[in-house]
C-alpha cells in the first residue's frame, strides 16, 4: 500500500474565550510510512527532511521508530512490527517546528491499535499522547503539557484523527468544564509526492516551519497586548515526558 503523500492543508485555531481570537493559515503536510520515508531527488532534499532529533528524545541516536516503538513499550503496548504512518512537517533548510505529529499505530494484520499525539511548544519542551480512539477517530486524554500561555492546564483534549486518505480532517478541542475554550482543525487535501508538486508547494509556502513558529509568537504578542491572562510555565508543564 503507498502511505507517502503531501496535503495541502489550512490549520486553523479559534479561541472561545476573553478575549476572543482566531486565525487560519496555510500549509503543507507530510504523510509517511516511518519503515520507509521517502526518497526524494537531491536537489529537493534540503527541503524535506525527516530527521530523528525532531521526535521524542532528540539525544536519543535512535531512530523515529525506534523511539517511538521504546516509547510504546514503557506504556506495555508492543506493534510487534506493525506499520505505522505519521503525519509531519519535514525539516526546511534544517529546521522544522511540529506543533502536533500524529502516528497511526497498526499490528501486524493491519488494525489500528492506538494512535501517538506528540506535541511540542516554543519552549522547546514535547510531550506525547498515548490514545485509543473509537471507530469514528475519536478519543479523548486529559492536559499534561503546558503549549500556550494563555491557556490554563487543567482540561480534556477532545480529539478526532481519523487517518487521513484523500481527506485530511481532524479535529483538536480543549474543554474545561462545560466550556471549549479553544478548538484547533486541521484540514487538508491530498496531492501527489513527485518533485512537480514538492517544488510548487514549498514555492508557495516558502520556509514554511520558520513561518509557523514566527506566526505562533506573532499570536502570542497579540493575545498579550489583549491582556490575557498569563498562566505561568513550570519546568513539570513545559518540558514534556519523552524519555521513556
Known amino acids: 500500500m503507498v502511505t507517502t503523500a503531501l496535503y495541502d492543508a489550512t490549520v486553523a485555531h479559534v479561541r472561545r474565550i476573553d478575549p476572543p481570537h482566531a486565525f487560519a493559515h496555510r500549509l503543507y503536510l507530510w504523510r509517511v510510512d516511518l519503515d520507509d520515508l521517502p526518497r526524494l531527488p537531491w536537489w529537493l532534499r534540503p527541503f524535506a527532511r525527516f530527521d530523528r532529533r525532531d521526535h521524542f528524545a532528540a539525544a536519543d541516536p535512535r531512530g523515529i521508530r525506534e523511539k517511538l516503538d521504546a516509547w510504546l513499550a514503557g506504556r506495555g503496548v508492543d506493534l510487534r512490527g506493525g506499520r505505522v504512518v505519521m503525519l509531519a512537517a519535514a525539516r526546511v533548510l534544517g529546521y522544522v517546528f511540529n506543533p502536533i505529529t500524529v502516528y497511526w499505530c497498526h499490528d501486524p494484520g493491519g488494525r489500528l491499535v492506538c494512535v501517538v499525539a506528540e506535541v511540542h511548544n516554543t519552549y522547546g519542551g514535547r510531550h506525547a499522547y498515548l490514545l485509543r480512539p473509537d471507530e469514528t477517530g475519536r478519543a479523548r486524554a486529559a492536559k499534561e503539557f503546558y503549549v500556550s500561555p494563555f491557556q490554563e492546564m487543567d482540561g480534556e483534549y477532545r480529539m478526532r484523527l481519523p487517518r487521513p486518505e484523500a481527506l485530511l480532517d481532524l479535529t483538536v478541542a480543549l474543554r474545561r468544564g462545560t466550556a471549549t475554550p479553544l478548538v484547533a482543525t486541521l484540514r487538508g487535501v491530498r496531492r501527489p509526492v513527485n518533485p512537480r508538486w514538492l517544488a510548487r508547494l514549498v514555492l508557495a509556502r516558502p520556509l514554511l516551519p ?27 508543564t513545559a518540558g514534556g515526558q519523552l524519555h521513556g
Open 210 to 236: 520558520q513561518r509557523v513558529s514566527v506566526l505562533i509568537r506573532r499570536h502570542g504578542v497579540a493575545l498579550w497586548l489583549r491582556k490575557a491572562a498569563v498562566v505561568p510555565r513550570t519546568p513539570q
